[in-house]
């Protein structure tokens, strides 16, 4: 059984920055993609960025290219999502995601296993 593991979102001022960690374990394919999602208050989940286990790496709303930047530790099994200059429209609860089927999607069904999320607040 595949386990997610989110941490380090709290809260910060807008134009700071925040590192997300995603901790995997359980898992024993060589190939696969693990993707970050968010959902704000009253929306729905929209897909942030994604990494390949070959290191391929997707951004999905243009609101987050070059402020956001995906990578991963394979030693760690972790995945990283950089934030820089934070917005409050980047409020939300961001979750990593699992797909055994080594490809990078936006679409929430394409993720078999899911973290429990973790709180990112951008307030003054």
């Known amino acids: 059984q595949v386990q997610l593991v989110e941490s380090g979102g709290r809260l910060v001022h807008p134009g700071g920055s925040l590192r997300l960690s995603c901790a995997a374990s359980?898992?024993?394919?060589?190939?696969?993609?693990i993707g970050w999602f968010r959902q704000a208050p009253g929306k729905e989940r929209e897909g942030v960025a994604c990494?390949?286990?070959?290191?391929?790496?997707?951004y999905y709303p243009d609101s987050v290219k070059g402020r956001f930047t995906i990578s991963r530790d394979s030693a760690k099994n972790t995945v990283y999502l950089q934030m820089s200059n934070l917005e409050p429209g980047d409020t939300g609860v961001y979750s990593c995601?699992?797909?055994?089927?080594?490809?990078?999607?936006?679409?929430?069904?394409?993720?078999?296993?899911w973290g429990q999320g973790t709180q990112v607040t951008v307030s003054s």
């Open positions: 990494i390949s286990s070959t290191d391929r790496t997707t």
């Open positions: 995601a699992f797909n055994p089927r080594y490809y990078c999607s936006d679409y929430d069904f394409s993720y078999d296993y």
């Open positions: 359980g898992f024993t394919s060589t190939y696969y993609a």
